[in-house]
T-cell receptor, first 114, second 115 residues
Framework: DGGITQSPKYLFRKEGQNVTLSCEQN?????MYWYRQDPGQGLRLIYY???????QKGDIAEGYSVSREKKESFPLTVTSAQKNPTAFYLC?????????????FGPGTRLTVT | AQSVTQPDIHITVSEGASLELRCNYS??????LFWYVQSPGQGLQLLLK??????LVQGIKGFEAEFKRSQSSFNLRKPSVHWSDAAEYFC?????????????FGRGTQLTVWP
């Protein structure tokens, strides 16, 4: 089955530690996205990538970093510089750069930092 | 810049009742419009989308939405709600002509369904 995998589903870290969230897709999609979701805030875009080895900052990129070394993978690192990292993180992908293509979402990773 | 407003944070309806979730957008031209649904602790699933043509679009699970240019709205409707429709619903807008492909999401409307 084609889809987007995010692992792990739940992640716990101590404050001051960097943590990397995994996102893998086997849909052969070109574009990938990372969103952060907080209660009552909707989805806010962290980073997005249209092609391999290229990515752009979204609206709340501070304290986060990404890489896109392979088409199917778009890992997100939450660094210690992110002031409030506890949130639900969603990865999405899209077939191409056309705005008419829909975004497909993974199941999410809930990160708790204490 | 584009923005999306979902005025209702939480809506409660009885099973079998009709439903309308409101969505207003801000954009200089006709945008691409989407409605997504999210069950607790899950990712988002696309319900329907509007790009052009007929302003009444049909989606999955019996949902429909109507694009009204004059009101900058894209309200989601369902004639008879089922208990399984309880979830959070997000409206999103994308820009025409954009090569970046990003979406702007509203804050969501939480739907509770009473039996």
């Amino acid at each position: 089955d084609g889809g987007i995998t995010q692992s792990p589903k739940y992640l716990f870290r101590k404050e001051g530690q960097n943590v990397t969230l995994s996102c893998e897709q086997n849909l052969n999609h070109d574009a990938m996205y990372w969103y952060r979701q907080d209660p009552g805030q909707g989805l806010r875009l962290i980073y997005y990538s249209q092609i391999v080895n290229d990515f752009q900052k979204g609206d709340i990129a501070e304290g986060y970093s990404v890489s896109r070394e392979k088409k199917e993978s778009f890992p997100l690192t939450v660094t210690s510089a992110q002031k409030n990292p506890t949130a639900f993180y969603l990865c999405a992908s899209k077939r191409g750069t056309s705005e008419t293509y829909e975004q497909y979402f993974g199941p999410g990773t809930r990160l708790t930092v204490t | 810049a584009q923005s999306v407003t979902q005025p209702d944070i939480h809506i409660t309806v009885s099973e079998g009742a009709s439903l309308e979730l409101r969505c207003n957008y801000s954009y200089g031209a006709t945008p691409y419009l989407f409605w997504y649904v999210q069950s607790p602790g899950q990712g988002l699933q696309l319900l329907l989308k509007y790009f052009s043509g007929d302003t009444l679009v049909q989606g999955i699970k019996g949902f429909e939405a109507e694009f009204k240019r004059s009101q900058s709205s894209f309200n989601l409707r369902k004639p008879s709600v089922h208990w399984s429709d309880a979830a959070e619903y997000f409206c999103a807008v994308g820009a025409r002509g954009s090569t970046l492909g990003r979406l702007y999401f509203g804050r969501g409307t939480q739907l509770t369904v009473w039996p």
